[in-house]
T-cell receptor, first 112, second 117 residues
């Protein structure tokens, strides 16, 4: 099972910041937090990842709390094309390798 | 880079028929995953290969499902016989897994949409 908890749905006005929370209270010290999104009828797409420092790229920013038990994905200026399901995952170790396990994610709807 | 390539993109088949889904991972990636996605169950991991060897197939629903990876550039997921409840989107994904704890990105294909009638 996924080790993360996300709200099932959120909405956001176009042009505003979308802040998507994720709870990963059982995260281990060497596990990374990854965010992916899935636009309808497409495969999930990588957004960003981090270990303990905040990260930013051209798509989004990732804020990880100091205790690493939760994180927030920030889309600074949401557009209609950001409507998608957003998955927060942590890397799960199995047999010395890592298996990404996805939960239900957060369905983000960006409205005009 | 062509990304993860899956075929067919769409398939409609009759109950009882054999279905074979194909996947070509990204060149150089050493781990491959098959996922199934439905509205009811979300995105489920079916099986995972590392260096062409099946590592974890605990997600394979039953004996009707089988997966192979004969070489580093090709994998198949077979359903025989197919049933209507197998209708879903099947995703293949690949990753360069160092197994050292360093972050690695998983890349998904566009999926194979299967409908069993």
């Amino acid at each position: 099972d996924a080790k993360t908890t996300q709200p099932p749905s959120m909405d956001c006005a176009e042009g505003r910041a979308a802040n998507l929370p994720c709870n990963h209270s059982t995260i281990s010290g060497n596990e990374y937090v990854y965010w992916y999104r899935q636009i309808h009828s497409q495969g999930p797409q990588y957004i960003i990842h981090g270990l303990k420092n905040n990260e930013t790229n051209e798509m989004a920013s990732l804020i990880i709390t100091e205790d690493r038990k939760s994180s927030t994905l920030i889309l600074p200026h949401a557009t209609l094309r950001d409507t998608a399901v957003y998955y927060c995952i942590v890397r799960v170790a199995s047999g010395g390798s890592y298996i990404p396990t996805f939960g239900r994610g957060t369905s983000l709807i960006v409205h005009p | 880079d062509a990304g993860v390539i899956q075929s067919p993109r769409h398939e409609v088949t009759e109950m009882g028929q054999e279905v074979t889904l194909r996947c070509k991972p990204i060149s150089g990636h050493n781990s491959l995953f098959w996922y199934r996605q439905t509205m009811m169950r979300g995105l489920e991991l079916l099986i995972y290969f590392n260096n062409n060897v099946p590592i974890d197939d605990s997600g394979m629903p039953e004996d009707r499902f089988s997966a192979k990876m004969p070489n580093a550039s090709f994998s198949t997921l077979k359903i025989q016989p197919s049933e209507p409840r197998d209708s879903a989107v099947y995703f293949c994904a690949s990753i360069l897994s160092h197994g050292t704890g360093a972050g690695n990105t998983i890349y998904f294909g566009e999926g194979s949409w299967l409908t069993v009638v």
